[in-house]
């Protein structure tokens, strides 16, 4: 089966925008009128990447290695140090990401669990909505779980976006334990013949050992309706967080097997870059990224197409 993805590279580059402008036009103004390539400018390039939260020790990596390929080049005009600039980049941001694509996986399991986690504020409500969307374009019958029974308006929040995706939630009145929601969401998909389930789940600081511990609690009762759930646990990230993605995702994996990462509010920020840094730093691949409020605006991570979108003129 072909699944729809969600790669649309004009919302993308739009919503990529403030990066964008801090990065590409950045490097454009650098290199432009320079005679040659000079120490200098490989510095103030290096001062760009880092001004996007690529982070520093990335940020020198990625300038050594843009020195070392274009040392026996003989051309290092701008396009050619901004082609070697962009091809190191993407090799970045492939790193983590497997020839295994998950939507090919949700055709062998009836239905397909995925976990959705993170901090407060993260936008994991939002993504279930859009995520719901996205399956729901290829045909697939969802159900959402909506385990978060702290935040009193959680449930409605949800019926807002399962609404407008057009799909069912099953939910409880706030107080009751997450956990049974989990539960009733796995028995009514397998009663429903559902094909994806998404459970949502309350904000929590990755410092608060007890919800933190709920996690594992979650993530055990869904075993016992499925041995083999969770499929996906993704761990969604917000893309303004800066350094402390990394701290967060490190300490939510001490809990719980984090399979994949969804990086938020992309639209919103000129510090982008921390997707590099997470990359690089973290063995998880990135699924997904959020560039907009909107449905339709949580798009399939392609590396390559992000590089472009970020480069395109
Ligand atoms: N601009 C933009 N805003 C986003 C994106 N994703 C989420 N948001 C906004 O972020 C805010 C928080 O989103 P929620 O989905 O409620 O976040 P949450 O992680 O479920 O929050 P809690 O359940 O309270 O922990 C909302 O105002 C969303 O509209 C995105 O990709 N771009
Ligand atoms: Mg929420």
């Known amino acids: 089966m072909n699944f729809f993805k969600n790669i649309n590279f004009e919302k993308l580059t739009d919503?990529?925008?403030?990066?964008?402008?801090?990065?590409?036009?950045?490097?454009?103004?650098?290199?432009?009128g320079k005679a040659k390539l000079d120490d200098t400018t490989l510095d103030e390039l290096e001062e760009i990447l880092i001004s996007c939260d690529i982070g520093v020790d990335t940020s020198i990596e990625i300038i050594d290695r843009v020195r070392q390929n274009l040392r026996s080049n003989t051309d290092r005009g701008k396009e050619t140090v901004i082609d070697t600039l962009k091809s190191t980049l993407e090799e970045i941001l492939t790193l983590r990401q497997t020839s295994e694509d998950n939507l090919n996986k949700i055709e062998n399991y009836k239905p397909f669990v995925i976990l959705i986690v993170g901090v407060n504020g993260a936008g994991k409500t939002t993504t279930i909505g859009k995520l719901a969307n996205n399956f729901k374009k290829s045909g697939l019958k969802v159900?959402?779980?909506?385990?978060?029974?702290?935040?009193?308006?959680?449930?409605?929040?949800?019926?807002?976006?399962?609404k407008r995706a057009g799909v069912e939630v099953i939910s409880k009145h706030s107080g009751s334990d997450p956990s049974?929601?989990?539960?009733?969401t796995l028995l009514q998909a397998k009663k429903e013949n559902a094909d994806?389930?998404?459970?949502?789940?309350?904000?929590?600081?990755?410092?608060?050992?007890?919800?933190?511990?709920?996690?594992?609690?979650?993530?055990?009762?869904?075993a016992k309706v499925?041995?083999?759930?969770?499929?996906?646990?993704?761990?969604?990230?917000?893309?303004?967080?800066?350094?402390n993605a990394i701290i967060q995702t490190k300490e939510f994996a001490k809990y719980t097997d984090i399979t994949g990462l969804i990086i938020t509010k992309l639209d919103g920020t000129a510090k982008g870059g921390i997707i590099?840094?997470?990359?690089?730093?973290?063995?998880?691949p990135v699924k997904y990224v959020g560039v907009g409020e909107g449905i339709d605006d949580l798009q399939n991570f392609d590396p390559k197409n992000f590089i472009n979108a970020l480069f395109n003129k």
């Open 143 to 162: 159900l959402i779980g909506s385990g978060d029974t702290f935040r009193a308006a959680a449930n409605e929040q949800l019926d807002i976006w399962a």
């Open 196 to 222: 994806v389930v998404l459970i949502d789940t309350a904000g929590r600081l990755h410092t608060k050992n007890n919800l933190m511990e709920e996690l594992k609690k979650i993530r055990k009762v869904l």
């Open 15 to 32: 919503g990529l925008k403030k990066t964008k402008e801090r990065l590409f036009t950045g490097i454009n103004e650098t290199l432009t």
């Open 276 to 284: 590099f840094q997470i990359t690089k730093e973290l063995d998880i």
């Open 226 to 243: 499925l041995e083999y759930a969770p499929n996906e646990t993704y761990l969604v990230i917000d893309g303004n967080t800066g350094q």
């Open 180 to 184: 049974s929601v989990a539960y009733e």
